[in-house]
């Protein structure tokens, strides 16, 4: 009965957050992936545009062949609903696919529910470098409000603005020349730490699934303050100096070794927190043991970011910060949602156990995933 109880207040936290992918919304993205061009992606729910969930509904799921003639006559108007200037210069989108948005019939009609298709276009740029804005005219047929980013993948930067009901046109993104660049050494040191610190963050929360499990496998070998500090203090420090180690180029290992390693690493973890659920020294020297390969994984995802050479130890440290905060905002996430029952007899049968098993399932895909990817 316990655990039923446990398993519906899981199911009453998590409702509101399912209730909240109904938000209206359109999305611009348009991405500097090369020199002389960008990549634009549109995200568009089409019932406004189409006039009924009906007939979205319709073109969603009709033959090719009449998809095609369709959009003939829709890419145009999506096109003059968002509009991309450069200065003075409007952008010609040429049209490059459509996929239509997954959703049951019910969820097409149900005029609650957002069903975003998706557009993509390619955009060749003008020999100016005036800036970059979107410009949603009077009675454009998109639903509010659009999220406009401007992405720089070979930065890994991200910039959103959003354009809310009543404003025809975006705040200016900048660049210049041709080849947009980013140069972190043109920054403060106060801006350099906090981007980074950002960066770090957002490689744990939400872009680290496999670091988020390592975590929530120390998590569930008992909710203990002793437990979760030893351990993530060692995890910390391990990954820490081989993030170091490796970005001064000192060690590094390549990422046919390091992948699978951080996935099977996973699965050890929590399959002894079922087998062997007790925190002394072979635990700690384990969990520092993964904590270097972890510190591994994190340098290679640094290796595509440019780092400032004036402030470079800011900026590391920075992300290792960053990284670190994403750990404790996981640990946070999890004790939210069950460290109430931690004093609990059956907490370790009805909760740790099965969480832990989960995780090492998880884990054990990965890793022979990981393993076939790069051995293969």
């Given at each position: 009965m316990r655990r039923w109880l446990v398993f519906a207040s899981f199911i009453l936290c998590v409702s509101p957050l399912v209730g909240a992918h109904t938000m209206m919304m359109t999305q611009v993205l348009v991405s500097f992936g090369q020199p002389d061009a960008v990549d634009v992606k549109i995200d568009v729910d089409l019932t406004l545009l189409l006039g009924s969930p009906e007939r979205y509904y319709e073109v969603a799921t009709e033959s090719p062949e009449r998809q095609k003639k369709d959009l003939e006559r829709i890419v145009p108007k999506v096109t003059e609903n968002?509009?991309?200037?450069?200065?003075?210069?409007?952008?010609?989108?040429?049209?490059?696919?459509?996929?239509?948005?997954?959703?049951?019939?019910?969820?097409?009609?149900?005029?609650?529910?957002?069903?975003?298709?998706?557009?993509?276009?390619?955009?060749?740029?003008?020999?100016?470098?005036?800036?970059?804005?979107l410009v949603v005219p009077f009675g454009a047929e998109v639903d509010y409000p659009v999220a406009y980013t401007v992405q720089i993948p070979s930065a890994h930067l991200?910039?959103?603005?959003?354009?809310?009901?009543?404003?025809?046109?975006?705040?200016?993104?900048?660049?210049?020349?041709?080849?947009?660049?980013?140069?972190?050494?043109?920054?403060?040191?106060?801006?350099?730490?906090?981007?980074?610190?950002?960066?770090?963050?957002?490689?744990?929360?939400?872009?680290?699934?496999?670091?988020?499990?390592?975590?929530?496998?120390?998590?569930?070998?008992?909710?203990?303050?002793?437990?979760?500090?030893?351990?993530?203090?060692?995890?910390?420090?391990?990954?820490?100096?081989?993030?170091?180690?490796?970005?001064?180029?000192?060690?590094?290992?390549?990422?046919?070794?390091?992948?699978?390693?951080?996935?099977?690493?996973?699965?050890?973890?929590?399959?002894?927190?079922?087998?062997?659920?007790?925190?002394?020294?072979?635990?700690?020297?384990?969990?520092?043991?993964?904590?270097?390969?972890?510190?591994?994984?994190?340098?290679?995802?640094l290796s595509d970011i440019p780092f400032p050479k004036t402030d470079f130890i800011v900026a590391l440290l920075g992300f290792n910060f960053g990284v670190d905060l994403g750990q404790l905002f996981v640990i946070a996430l999890a004790f939210l949602a069950v460290g109430g029952f931690r004093n609990r007899p059956w907490f370790r049968r009805g909760i740790a156990i099965p969480c832990s098993l989960a995780i090492a399932a998880v884990g054990l895909f990965w890793g022979i995933q990981r393993i076939f990817h790069y051995w293969t």
């Open positions: 968002l509009q991309l200037f450069v200065g003075q210069q409007r952008l010609q989108l040429v049209f490059r696919g459509f996929s239509a948005a997954k959703a049951q019939q019910a969820d097409y009609l149900d005029a609650s529910m957002s069903k975003l298709s998706t557009l993509t276009f390619v955009a060749a740029l003008p020999a100016g470098a005036g800036p970059l804005k991200s910039v959103t603005r959003w354009v809310e009901e009543g404003v025809h046109e975006s705040d200016p993104f900048v660049w210049a020349g041709k080849v947009l660049t980013f140069n972190p050494d043109a920054l403060p040191w106060p801006r350099q730490l906090a981007l980074y610190l950002r960066l770090g963050f957002r490689h744990i929360v939400p872009e680290g699934a496999d670091h988020i499990l390592f975590v929530l496998g120390l998590f569930f070998l008992g909710i203990t303050w002793r437990k979760l500090l030893s351990q993530t203090t060692v995890f910390t420090v391990a990954h820490a100096t081989t993030l170091f180690l490796s970005t001064y180029g000192i060690f590094s290992l390549p990422s046919r070794y390091v992948e699978p390693a951080i996935a099977l690493s996973i699965a050890f973890i929590a399959i002894e927190n079922v087998i062997k659920p007790r925190l002394g020294p072979g635990r700690l020297a384990i969990v520092f043991g993964f904590g270097l390969v972890h510190g591994l994984g994190f340098a290679s995802s």
